[in-house]
Each structure stands twice: as structure tokens, then as C-alpha cells.
């Protein structure tokens, strides 16, 4: 349900939006949250672009005492800008992964209520469990990052085939079902 993008086990297009769920308040929240994160990013640029020039402004010039302060103080307020907002990207993210869990559980509650496909079940639901502990250490900023970008394309490779997984699991319930009305 979730899927890795630029940023890590984040959903990232309304596409994937679109296909995680279908109840429209979900939706509206996923929308408004990718949104934000839109937003957010674009401030995060903007301050890192201002943090740059303050910093080259100060690199290998003779500046009076007075520049020299102001500088140092308007990167500060930079820099404390670029963790608020680093820190509500990761609110954001933890929200999103919420929700996709919570979609999951969801989805599980339904497949195992489709009858005898119910038997795929332990194995949709130790397959979730191996993606979100991946997905968790993906987007664990203290690992290494190669290891986290391995991490997150194999969240990315497995999501497919939970998804692939519950529909089997769904057809086979449907099918079971109409073979015992049929009898």
C-alpha cells in the first residue's frame, strides 16, 4: 500500500493515492497531507538556497563585526526553519504510515472473512509485518543510507506482491462463495 518515492516510504503521487484506498475521507486527508509535505519541501528548498548564500556571503570575504552577527543570526533562524520543518515532514510521514497500516489491517479484517482464500491470510499478514519493519528501518535516519535505500526498494518490490497476494486471497473467497451457492 505504501510505496518508496524520492523520499522514503512516502507516498508520493495521487495515483498511489488513489489505488491505497477508496474511502474518500481517507483520501481528502491523504491528499491534503501530500499537499503539505509539497509545500514543505518547497519551503525546505527555499531555505536551503538562503542558508547557502548567507554562508557564501561570509566564505573567504572580510565582513564588518555588525554583517558578521546579523549573518550568523539570520542562519540560525534558517537553520531552526529547516528542522520545524523537517520535523513535520516526519509527523507527516508517521501519519501517512498510519493510515496505510491501518488500511492494511483493514484489508486483512476483509480477505479473512472471504472464506476458505482465508488460508493465504497468515501469509499476507507475515509478509505486511516483514515490509513495515523494512519500511521502519528505511526511514530510521541513524542507519547507514545505503542500507535504508535497500531497504525502501525492497518495501517498494514487496508491496506488489501483498497486493497480488489479496487479491488472490479475494478471488478465492469469491469463487468459494459462488460454488456454495451454486450447490
Not at 516483514?130 to 541513524?142: E, H, L, P
Amino acid at each position: 500500500m505504501q510505496r518508496s518515492g524520492g523520499d522514503f516510504c512516502c507516498l508520493t503521487t495521487q495515483d498511489e493515492v488513489n489505488e491505497m484506498v477508496t474511502d474518500p475521507d481517507i483520501q481528502r486527508e491523504q491528499h491534503a497531507i501530500l499537499d503539505e509535505n509539497r509545500r514543505l519541501s518547497l519551503s525546505k528548498k527555499q531555505c536551503e538556497l538562503k542558508l547557502f548564500q548567507l554562508s557564501s556571503e561570509v566564505r573567504g570575504k572580510r565582513v564588518s563585526q555588525s554583517r558578521y552577527q546579523y549573518i550568523c543570526q539570520e542562519q540560525q533562524k534558517t537553520k531552526q526553519s529547516i528542522y520545524e520543518i523537517e520535523e513535520q515532514l516526519a509527523k507527516n510521514k508517521v501519519r501517512l504510515r498510519e493510515i496505510a497500516r491501518n488500511h492494511d489491517s483493514e484489508k486483512m479484517v476483509f480477505l479473512s472473512s472471504a472464506g476458505p482464500g482465508g488460508v493465504i491470510r497468515p501469509i499476507i499478514e507475515e509478509l505486511v509485518a516483514v515490509r513495515d519493519w523494512y519500511q521502519s528501518f528505511a526511514a530510521d535516519n541513524t542507519r547507514v543510507s545505503s542500507m535504508r535505500m535497500m531497504a525502501a526498494e525492497f518495501v517498494s518490490k514487496m508491496t506488489p506482491i501483498i497486493d497480488k497476494f489479496g487479491a488472490i486471497d479475494f478471488a478465492i473467497g469469491r469463487r468459494s462463495k459462488g460454488d456454495r451457492h451454486d450447490a
